[in-house]
């Protein structure tokens, strides 16, 4: 007998013959005399359609309310799986976030998961009971609700299966594993039989949504085995493994691509020590991440163009940060872009071969493509480029390094 967390994404669950289905596979895993527990997304499109009503009512958004909202859409999926499997014959219970309790920090919108209290689920599940759990949502602090970034479901499956010591954290999707890019944008992409968690969590981190980051770096620091499979085809999928499991390491392992970045210029910023940390600290401080950084060094000694990333949907409140401090700062025009996407090319191999960067930026100037911005670090580099040839570019890395499949 095995302890098994199950988790369906949003396409998994979008109807309810989806639900009957996800039920079946539920069955399964009981049937074969395993514990279960089960992660639940919203159904697909939900989680949007809620982010969109808090824009449209308020665009700079008070973070708790706007966890108020969009966390409901798995209220209502974690209810009607409980439904089908009673009628099943099988018991089961729905529980929300703060009913576990999934215990977070009080980051709204991106919150960490700090404890969960697994006592009284281990009691039911040892009776044959399968509860049916909210995921990306938790509770702070201060009683109110959270929820864990977009995708977090992913996260609450990871940090429940490591809290309950599951042998296995199944995380069932619309693709059967994890591909070597994302499989909807290039035809050629392979399935990975194995991934490294370093390797995973650079491309979660870079835009493969296929998991998310702090799922992959929770399963790491846990060492929780992870898979990756179809909600809908009965194939194996992805095991998330370590480095030492996988026989044969590739040079580069995957293309990653991110369309959740914004450009911010400072034009003409004042060239003397401390004006970094002036412009970064506080956007720290309001809890909004930068990316990729580059600044040149000043022509004529006094000033110079600094350029960033943040997340699209920070860029508003970055660019009200730095226009109320533009003065402090010293600088002349505050840009910004959205059309913009971060590329990128990861693989542990990296670490001993040179020559890979290289062959990523002949790759995008045969085709044409202007690099806007560069970062590296030891398994993988990264270029922003424009949005328009996304595609493209992925497609062309992916030939370029020996990536394609049949
Ligand atoms: P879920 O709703 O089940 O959580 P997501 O949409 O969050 O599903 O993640 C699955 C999607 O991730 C796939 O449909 C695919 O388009 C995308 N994806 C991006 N990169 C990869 C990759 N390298 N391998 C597999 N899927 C990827
Ligand atoms: N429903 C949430 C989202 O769409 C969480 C998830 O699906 O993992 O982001
Ligand atoms: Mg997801």
Redesign the pocket.
């Given at each position: 007998m095995a302890r098994i967390v199950q988790k369906f994404?949003?396409?998994?669950v979008a109807d309810t013959d989806r639900i009957k289905s996800v039920a079946e596979k539920v069955r399964r895993e009981v049937e074969a005399g395993h514990e279960v527990a089960v992660l639940l997304?919203a159904m697909?499109g939900v989680t949007n359609q809620l982010v969109a009503y808090v824009d449209e009512v308020s665009t700079l958004y008070d973070a708790r309310e706007y966890d108020t909202v969009v966390s409901t859409g798995e209220q209502v999926t974690v209810g009607l799986l409980a439904l089908v499997l009673q009628g099943m014959g099988i018991q089961s219970r729905s529980w929300l976030g703060w009913q576990v309790p999934i215990r977070t920090d009080n980051v709204h919108g991106k919150a960490r998961i700090e404890a969960i209290e697994t006592e009284e689920l281990r009691r039911r599940m040892a009776t044959g009971e399968v509860p049916v759990i909210a995921g990306f949502q938790g509770l702070a602090p201060d009683n109110r609700i959270t929820t864990l970034g977009r995708?977090g479901?992913?996260t609450s499956a990871v940090a429940l299966a490591a809290a309950l010591d599951a042998d296995r954290c199944d995380i069932y999707?619309?693709?059967d594993?994890?591909?070597?890019?994302?499989?909807?944008i290039v035809s050629q992409a392979r399935k990975l039989d194995r991934v490294t968690y370093e390797e995973m969590l650079e491309?979660a981190s870079l835009g493969?949504?296929?998991l998310q980051t702090r799922a992959v770096e929770m399963a790491m620091k846990h060492g929780q085995r992870v898979q990756v499979l179809s909600s809908f085809e009965d194939v194996p999928g992805t095991l998330v493994v370590d480095e030492d499991e996988i026989v044969e390491q590739e040079l580069v392992s995957?293309i990653?691509y991110s369309r959740d970045e914004a450009k911010i210029t400072l034009v003409r910023v004042r060239d003397k020590p401390g004006v970094a940390a002036a412009i970064f600290g506080p956007l720290a401080d309001a809890n909004i991440n930068v990316d990729m950084i580059v600044q040149n060094v000043s022509g004529d000694g006094e000033a110079t163009d600094l350029t960033f990333t943040v997340a699209n949907n920070d860029v508003e409140r970055a660019v009200e940060n730095l226009a109320a401090r533009k003065d402090e700062i010293g600088c002349a025009e505050i840009l910004h872009d959205p059309r913009v996407v971060k590329v990128s090319v990861i693989g542990v191999g990296m670490r001993s071969h040179a020559g890979v960067a290289q062959t990523m930026f002949k790759t995008l100037a045969e085709k044409g493509i202007n690099i806007q911005v560069i970062s590296t670090s030891e398994i993988k580099v990264s270029v922003l480029i424009d949005e328009e040839y996304t595609e493209l570019a992925v497609r062309a890395l992916h030939t370029a390094y020996g990536l394609d499949g049949d």
């Open positions: 994404g949003g396409t998994s997304s697909a995708g479901t992913d999707t619309d693709v594993g994890v591909y070597t890019t994302d499989p909807r491309m493969a949504k296929v995957g990653a």
